[in-house]
């Protein structure tokens, strides 16, 4: 929708933000906006120094993976934002409501935000990067899923100031606020979730060898509510792993451990190490509560700290004996036949419980979730 230097962009426009400034949101194509840039880049050298370091490097590679990954298999990916600001006088029609018609000149326009995804379309459609003018290696895409790409819609903000210029200092200030803050929200979760690990691929074959779709899945979410069919979460399979490799002192930080404490690096042949343990172990244990689960939603054997703590006693069993696969397997069932359930009388004789108000049930008495499952496993190692 643009002659060589002008540019017409529909949109809704809000007047609602905190300054002097409108803001007009709109949707636009990649190739469009590709097209609509401005020939110079006013903070380019605020960046350009750093542009190609390795941290804006590996979130560019992960930009362009993700925008590729859903080209090719098609899945609904966040819409790439980027956000201008058209700083000369820029000529606002309002047509109904908050609809409104921009019309500014491309190269009174400042980018100020989305920049990786701006490079990131540019490289995987084969085309210099506008910060950079470097051509990047021929994309992996073929002419149609280029076609595709270029047709998908950006979500395109610009702020303007109908009918005057924006001041340089502004226009600065706005650039920095954006780019100053990382708004992305962090969580351990989250990481361990999409960081490709060995552990991430030994929980699923864990999940597989204990056959845990028969009894309900396995939830990628963390938390398991009475009502969920679920019978374990993704995250309990990692911590299992991690307990029967490093035993109670590993955990998790940003990231998923990429060594045990004694730095022996962890590999998948690691994992597939220890899981000779873990799965015999734990396919004992379910055996005898297979119809637990499916009947009974409020037990112990619920308790994502309980199936952690056989995470411990797989570690002291690597550790001190060394057992077959049908011992391995008889030891998990001992622990399968206790009675799993809250009243249970046995769970006296453990420090992580106490009883509740009513004194009918048995609930954490150690106040954290690592010190509880720390004291299960003491209990269990006690029982074997």
Sequence with gaps: MSNTHQIVICGVQSGKTLSHLSALLSFISAEELLASLP????????????????????????????????????????????????????????????????????????????????????????????????????????????????????????????????????????????????????????ITHVQESPLNLGANKLALALNLEALGGVSEINKITKSDSYVTTKNTLIQILLASLGGKGIRIEKQLPTHLPDKTKITEQVINDVLKTVIPLMKGWISCLETQFRRDSNGFHRSMQIWQALGIVAYHLTHNNALSEDELFSTGQILGRLNYDKSASHWGECSAFKKDASGSSWINATGGGRTFRDKVAVYFINIL
């Design 39 to 190: 020939q110079e880049h006013l903070f380019l050298e605020r960046f350009s120094a750093n542009y190609e370091r390795s941290i804006n490097k590996d979130r560019l590679l992960k930009l362009e993976q993700h925008f590729l990954k859903s080209v090719l298999n098609n899945t609904p990916i966040d819409v790439p934002k980027v956000t201008l600001v058209a700083f000369g006088k820029p000529n606002v029609e309002i047509q109904l409501n908050k609809l409104a018609t921009l019309q500014y000149e491309k190269n009174d326009s400042a980018i100020v935000d989305g920049f990786l995804v701006l490079s990131a379309l540019s490289n995987l459609l084969d085309r210099a990067d506008p910060f950079t003018g470097k051509k990047a290696d021929k994309s992996a895409l073929t002419m149609m899923q280029k076609q595709l790409l270029a047709s998908i819609d950006v979500q395109l903000s610009v702020y303007y100031q109908p009918n005057e210029k924006i001041n340089e200092e502004t226009l600065s200030k706005l650039f920095f606020d954006i780019n100053a803050i990382d708004t992305k929200i962090y969580s351990q979760n989250i």
